[in-house]
Structures are given as structure tokens and as C-alpha cells.
Nanobody, 124 residues
Framework: QVQLVESGGGSVQAGDSRRLSCLAS????????KAWFRQIPGKEREFVAG????????QYADSVKDRFFISRDNAKNTVDLQMNDLRPEDTAVYYC?????????????????WGQGTQVTISS
């Protein structure tokens, strides 16, 4: 089993930056795609950003492109999400996810492991 634990959530003002981090433990493999999703009450979990197992490819939702940046450190089993120029519409619970694959999925159903989520709230 793989355990994912997010950290870095909190309340910030619009325009601020915030960095989320996710630490993996347990049975970890190097060929994990990792991603960040977010969810607000009553809505589907939404893909935010993903990174291939080797860091060679990344994908972003259009709504966060050029503002959010995903990175990973396989030696430390971490994946981070740097969020810049935050907006009130970015308010959500952010989840870290992982799955064993050589590709980079963007659908929530394609990920097998999830963290417990961390709340990010942006006020205007």
C-alpha cells in the first residue's frame, strides 16, 4: 500500500502564492504518475496538474496554466504544487494522487492512491 500525506494548505489573499507538498510512504515505486486534484462541495473532483514518473512530462488544467507548477523529487518521494497568483475560484480541497503507470493520466478514476486532502481558501 501507498500512503500519501498532503501539507501546505491554509488561507491566503487573492494574488498570494502557496506551495503544497505531498509525501509518499509505504510501498513506493519509481514509475508512479502523480497529480493534484481539487474538489469543492457538490462538484466532481477536478484535475489540476500531473507529472509523469520521470518528471519528463507535465500537464495542467487550463484554469491554472502558467500560474501553478508541479514538480517531484523521486529521491524524497515528494510531489509539490507551487500555486501563484491565487484567485478566489481556486478555493477547494486539494488532493494528491498517484498511480503506477508510464503515462500521465488526467482522470480521477485512473488514480489508485489518494491523500486525505488539504483545504486551500483564497479570499478576495
Amino acid at each position: 500500500q501507498v500512503q500519501l500525506v498532503e501539507s501546505g494548505g491554509g488561507s491566503v489573499q487573492a494574488g498570494d502564492s502557496r506551495r503544497l507538498s505531498c509525501l509518499a510512504s509505504g510501498r513506493t515505486f519509481s514509475t508512479y504518475a502523480k497529480a493534484w486534484f481539487r474538489q469543492i462541495p457538490g462538484k466532481e473532483r477536478e484535475f489540476v496538474a500531473g507529472i509523469r514518473w520521470d518528471g519528463g512530462s507535465t500537464q495542467y488544467a487550463d484554469s491554472v496554466k502558467d500560474r501553478f507548477f508541479i514538480s517531484r523529487d523521486n529521491a524524497k518521494n515528494t510531489v509539490d504544487l507551487q500555486m501563484n497568483d491565487l484567485r478566489p475560484e481556486d478555493t477547494a480541497v486539494y488532493y494528491c494522487a498517484a498511480t503506477v503507470t508510464m503515462s500521465l493520466p488526467t482522470g480521477a478514476k485512473e488514480y489508485d492512491y489518494w491523500g486525505q486532502g488539504t483545504q486551500v481558501t483564497i479570499s478576495s
